[in-house]
């Protein structure tokens, strides 16, 4: 089977931090004996291009970057033959986290939440995490900082961030009010290093739903201080229910992050896929690559 590994020219990493990336990819993969290609994309390459080659063969295709990376080459996979595996070479890593913490075996067959007509596998945010999170994709030249990104764009938000109103319905049931933030997660962490969903399994066929309203500047200094170590889920202003779906609506659109990546719109329709991808994380193959 060949490994594929697709690195993303853009993003954070410098160009010697990803020329010498590539250069471990290719001697590891010779000295490993891999059938491999390298691919990169561009301007000119989408991740979608370079997928399409790809996807009538079976492949375990390798997202070499953070959770914007896996999230690209997942929605490009999905209903094909193609294994997700990854290289955790992005700012946050935060995927890579709860896989780590809940698989236990190299080779898993995860969920996958559907929303609209993308794909994530992590996390689904709205409201001020969303605002922070999208802030912090543009903060991504600040180099000496990179690990603090996410910390850094809450301040501003925090002052400026104005609670929308949605309309979220789970199992029937509509909840219409003022949120500071609902977040949706797969996965658990979020933000590098955020435990916003501390329970959350890979292949239980749910997910766990956040729901926080509107909150005073104090409150949410404090709620999203506590979401670092997973307390908040003690907090009165939190909600949790899980579910296979939900759907959110909002009068006004609403920007929502998604594994790193934006999604704009009037209307979310998420729907738990169990099961639906296979994950081969290769921990010899990652300690090689990433080893200094």
């Known amino acids: 089977m060949k490994y594929v590994y697709i690195l993303n020219s853009f993003g954070s990493k410098s160009a010697e931090e990803k020329a010498d990336i ?45 959770d914007g990376m896996i999230n ?35 080779r898993n067959f995860i969920d996958v939440v559907k929303i609209n007509d993308k794909y994530f596998i992590n996390m689904a945010c709205f409201g001020i995490d969303a ?32 609670p929308r109103n949605m309309e979220i319905t789970i199992d029937g049931r509509v909840k219409n009010d003022y949120y500071t933030t609902v977040v949706v997660g797969n996965a658990r962490y979020y933000g590098n290093g955020y435990k916003v969903s501390p329970h959350s399994l890979l292949n239980d066929g749910l997910v766990e739903v956040y729901l ?29 229910i899980k579910t296979d779906s939900l759907l959110i609506s909002s009068n006004e659109e609403i920007s929502s992050n998604i ?29 090689k690559v990433l080893r200094k």
């Open 22 to 66: 590539i250069k471990k990819i290719d001697i590891v993969s010779s000295y490993l004996g891999l059938d491999y290609d390298i691919e990169i994309n561009s301007k000119t390459k989408s991740t979608e291009d370079i997928l399409n080659k790809y996807k009538d063969t079976r492949n375990i295709i390798v997202a070499v970057g953070g």
């Open 72 to 106: 690209k080459v997942l929605n490009g996979i999905v209903g094909t033959k193609n294994i997700l595996s990854y290289i955790p070479f992005g700012t946050g890593n935060d995927f890579d986290r709860t896989v780590n913490e809940t698989l236990k075996e190299k």
């Open 131 to 162: 605002d922070i999170a999208n802030d912090h994709r543009y903060t991504s030249k600040i180099k000496l900082v990179r690990n603090l990104k996410y910390d850094l764009a809450i301040p501003k938000h925090l002052l400026t961030y104005k």
């Open 212 to 240: 926080v309203k509107k909150l005073n500047v104090p409150n949410m200094v404090k709620t999203i201080l506590s979401m670092k170590d997973g307390s908040h889920e003690n907090s009165q202003y939190v909600d949790i």
């Open 259 to 287: 594994d790193g990546e934006i999604l704009t719109a009037n209307e979310f329709d998420i729907e738990v896929m169990p099961k639906e991808i296979e994950v081969f994380q290769n921990k010899d193959l990652i300690k």
